[in-house]
T-cell receptor, first 117, second 111 residues
Framework: EAGVAQSPRYKIIEKRQSVAFWCNPISGHATLYWYQQILGQGPKLLIQ????????DSQLPKDRFSAERLKGVDSTLKIQPAKLEDSAVYLC???????????????FGSGTRLTVV | GEDVEQSLFLSVREGDSSVINCTYTDSSSTYLYWYKQEPGAGLQLLTYIFSNMDMKQDQRLTVLLNKKDKHLSLRIADTQTGDSAIYFC???????????FGSGTKLNVKP
């Protein structure tokens, strides 16, 4: 089974620019998550989708971050405008459903490393 | 929120056992996980334990859970250089449908 695909792998932008990341989850996985992993820290959940609806976006900085999951499959995460502190690895993960995710069914992508200069 | 604490570094010699520790605060935790992250790679689930278990063994990996002390550990027997990576403890709070990750322990295995 193909894994969770993310692109690009790396991105360098200047502060105040905008950037978008793309995630293609495992086929059939209804639940999709975006995590932010700052260097030296564990991943922090930004947003969770169930199909194309948002389940939890309580930790998403909504003044600059947005995410969508049209048609309940692929998802994009956007930052506009970017700040220096947004430099991090952005990880996408998916699971069949939240319950399966809790039983170890999360699959993570390799992430997009964002550097804001 | 949940507080999940790990020590930052661990260095062992090849062939020795490694023990990585994690403490947490949320008593409603349902599932507790260990993930491995190699440089430039995503998170790989190693093993998980349900909160009503004390121990789980899977080949070279042994997970111990002390619910009273809210302490989780991962023991890797016969540690190999390929085990060098960052290991994350993660706590699943079923009530809140959330995952909380520790900051990771970097394991360095010396030949």
């Amino acid at each position: 089974e193909a894994g969770v695909a993310q692109s690009p792998r790396y991105k360098i932008i200047e502060k105040r620019q905008s950037v978008a990341f793309w995630c293609n989850p495992i086929s059939g996985h209804a639940t999709l998550y975006w995590y932010q992993q700052i260097l030296g820290q564990g991943p922090k959940l930004l947003i969770q989708f169930q199909n194309n609806g948002v389940v939890d976006d309580s930790q998403l900085p909504k003044d600059r971050f947005s995410a969508e999951r049209l048609k309940g499959v692929d998802s994009t995460l956007k930052i506009q405008p970017a700040k220096l502190e947004d430099s991090a690895v952005y990880l996408c993960a998916s699971s069949l459903d939240p319950g399966t995710g809790f039983q170890g069914g999360y699959t993570f992508g390799s992430g997009t490393r964002l550097t804001v200069v | 929120g949940e507080d999940v604490e790990q020590s930052l570094f661990l260095s062992v010699r090849e062939g020795d056992s490694s023990v990585i520790n994690c403490t947490y605060t949320d008593s409603s935790s349902t599932y507790l996980y260990w993930y491995k992250q190699e440089p430039g790679a995503g998170l790989q689930l190693l093993t998980y334990i349900f909160s009503n278990m004390d121990m789980k063994q899977d080949q070279r990996l042994t997970v111990l859970l002390n619910k009273k002390d809210k302490h989780l550990s991962l023991r890797i027997a016969d540690t190999q250089t390929g085990d060098s990576a960052i290991y994350f403890c993660a706590i699943g709070s079923y009530n809140f449908n959330k995952f909380y990750f520790g900051s990771g322990t970097k394991l360095n295995v010396k030949p």
